[in-house]
């Protein structure tokens, strides 16, 4: 099963428009607040879809919700292909949204269940961590592929329809998994069920310390990481401009080496990242002392950054953004695990699609935000257009630095 997991992780990567996605909407003349519109507004969507998508998981068949995902992604790329209009992209969210908010969470609970069947259940950090890390190879090798394909077509749009052949196979790999992996209810489901579900995870969200700081953690961390982590795809075309390489392509072709190149060796390194990230917990004596010592590194890079985003060091930028992606991936599977502990087996992906949800929120509010503070920047100054993103990054590690000491100390009692 783990070769499956694995499989699942490698294909849902295969995104060969995700390097190039903030360089086709500039493409298509979007400003940066119309991005992040267009960011929030998926946010907004997964939120509606999260509150039903782990309870309908946990209750009706995880499988069943997992296919339902894919099925959302191909609609979603196909319509970012055929769109040539900004409200046409809103369509094109939607639909990649309600993908996100029934995959999320999901396929990790049945992770979990696998674990607890074979008796395996400690080697949940290491199992999801290497699982996760053949995501991120994923990643490395669509990045190769995308960069061949929009160099053969000198076209951006040709890269969503590329994605879907494997989503498709992503379908057929579903219908393997063994049907004890869906913890579904043996009673008969009424709609009553779902939403008792929903609330009782909601109450436990609220009320319990531990989850509570889990929820608002991951808002910090994961919500203003996803509204900032694809500035460096125009922090690379700055570079473009002023690197003495491929000057004889032209722009889409020349950017797309460089952005090829750059993601390559960060997905080698997040890939990397995600498999070792028990390590950082075996050092740091645990998973709350690892994660805090993350947090510590993350605040240093986006403080460190700040003011080389505002002098248009760029080069440097760079070695942050990849000292993020690598801090992320050392940081996620322990997140999850954290998680883990305070989930009920039969409210596993209930737990997780709310941990998706309440991401959602902060990046919701984040991009538009953020795409404002930029585009103003860049119209009025003073300095580099991005060190904004800076500016946020830091802002969340501190908040969540400064009150580590009282939850943890509260969470014991």
């Not at 490698?10 to 400003?31: A, D």
């Not at 749009?157 to 590329?162: G, P, S």
Request: glycine share 6%.
């Amino acid at each position: 099963m783990i070769a499956r997991f694995s499989l699942y992780g490698f294909l849902k990567n295969q995104r060969y428009f995700e390097p190039f996605i903030i360089l086709f909407f500039l493409e298509n003349s979007l400003s940066f607040t119309q991005i992040g519109i267009l960011i929030a507004f998926r946010e907004i969507c997964i939120n509606i879809n999260e509150v039903p998508s782990g309870a309908l998981a946990d209750l009706y068949g995880r499988r069943k919700c997992m296919m339902a995902s894919f099925i959302a992604y191909i609609c979603s790329f196909v319509i970012f292909g055929l769109s040539h209009h900004y409200w046409g992209f809103f369509f094109a969210m939607f639909f990649f949204a309600t993908g996100d908010a029934f995959r999320t969470g999901t396929h990790k609970a049945m992770i979990f269940t696998w674990l607890r069947l074979e008796n395996r259940i400690d080697e949940k950090t290491q199992v999801y961590g290497y699982t996760r890390s053949w995501s991120k190879l994923g990643s490395a090798f669509s990045i190769i592929l995308a960069t061949m394909f929009v160099l053969v077509t000198n076209n951006y749009r040709v890269v969503f329809y590329l994605s879907i052949i494997p989503y498709v196979i992503g379908l057929i790999t579903f219908m393997s998994y063994p049907r004890e992996l869906d913890s579904v209810s043996t009673q008969t489901v009424r709609p009553a069920m779902l939403f008792s579900l929903l609330w009782q995870t909601l109450k436990d969200s609220m009320h319990t310390q531990g989850l509570r700081r889990l929820m608002v953690e991951s808002m910090a961390f994961e919500g203003i990481f996803k509204a900032v982590k694809d500035y460096l795809q125009p922090v690379i075309m700055a570079l473009v401009i002023v690197m003495p390489m491929f000057t004889y392509m032209d722009e889409v072709r020349r950017s797309s080496i460089i952005v090829g190149i750059v993601y390559f060796i960060l997905y080698l390194a997040s890939a990397y990242a995600s498999r070792r990230s028990y390590c950082i917990r075996d050092y740091c004596g645990g998973e709350e002392q690892g994660s805090i010592f993350l947090w510590k590194i993350m605040f240093f890079i986006y403080l460190v950054m700040t003011p080389l985003l505002y002098l248009k060091s760029y080069y440097l930028v760079l070695a942050g953004f990849v000292g993020l992606y690598l801090i992320q991936n050392f940081w996620r599977p322990i997140l999850i695990s954290r998680f883990d502990a305070y989930a009920d087996e039969s409210r596993g992906a209930t737990v997780l699609s709310m941990e998706s949800q309440v991401k959602s929120i902060s990046t919701m509010i984040a991009a538009p935000l953020l795409g404002m503070a930029v585009d103003f920047v860049s119209m009025h100054g003073p300095g580099g257009e991005f060190w904004p993103v800076g500016i946020l990054g830091a802002a969340a590690a501190c908040m969540i630095l400064t009150t580590a000491k009282k939850d943890l100390r509260q969470s014991k009692v």
